[in-house]
């Protein structure tokens, strides 16, 4: 297999992947995508490039350091390029994920979370290690539909409701960063409850505390 992007290096302190980071690129189209991911000038990157018919091509190998991450952090562990995976898909940000794609992501995932013992909570968005700087893959994305397929994590079933901590501490439990707390809001709302807007409800508490819930029972 070639592996058409010069733009990685070596994982860093024997790091391995235990996280894939989805995103979308940004992009009109995968030529123009592709472009940009193998330009050595543009010095990013990402391990597979998933076009909006489904084409998948891997652009880095999987062992080696892409650069698509960037600055953030995921449950207080930097270097996010070091530990994952990073999965492009071909979108320019302001339309539904093409039904083809989709099922090529859903084909793709469990071949890379089988090779590297990744597990559901392992599978996040640019977004959530990146609030405020990251939007991606952004609220079109169907999480949903990884949930269903094992794929991902989303809030467990808490029957009866216990008491609520704050919303920081489960944020915080989840895995995203210490950063201000209305980026934080937002970027779980991206994720979990696209399209609430304003200042924190019950409803954010208590959908933060079932995903932190089912994040730490996955990792059991």
Not at 37 to 55: F, K, M, T, Y
Not at 86 to 111: H, K, S, T, W, Y
Not at 189 to 216: H, K, Y
Request: hydrophobic residues 45%; glycine residues 8%.
């Amino acid at each position: 297999m070639s592996f058409p992007s010069p733009n990685h290096g070596p994982r860093q302190n024997g790091l391995h992947p235990t996280l894939i980071v989805l995103h979308f690129t940004g992009m009109i189209d995968a030529a123009s995508a592709r472009s940009r991911l193998c330009d050595p000038a543009a010095e990013v990157s990402a391990h597979w490039l998933i076009d909006e018919d489904g084409a998948t091509e891997a652009l880095v190998p999987e062992d080696r350091r892409a650069w698509h991450a960037g600055a953030g952090s995921w449950q207080g562990h930097q270097d996010i390029n070091s530990r994952s995976i990073g999965i492009e898909l071909v979108n320019p940000g302001d339309r539904p994920f093409a039904a083809a794609q989709m099922d090529a992501l859903c084909r793709l995932l469990p071949q890379i979370m089988a090779r590297w013992q990744i597990g559901p909570a392992g599978v996040i968005g640019h977004s959530d290690m990146a609030p405020g700087r990251k939007c991606d893959p952004g609220p079109r994305f169907d999480w949903a539909r990884l949930v269903r397929l094992g794929l991902a994590v989303g809030p467990a079933a808490l029957d009866p409701a216990p008491p609520l901590p704050p919303l920081a501490e489960s944020l915080t439990r989840i895995g995203y960063p210490d950063v201000p707390p209305e980026q934080r809001l937002a970027a779980f709302r991206l994720r979990f409850r696209p399209g609430a807007v304003g200042p924190e409800v019950i409803a954010d508490r208590r959908l933060a505390f079932a995903v932190a819930s089912a994040m730490n029972a996955t990792a059991r």
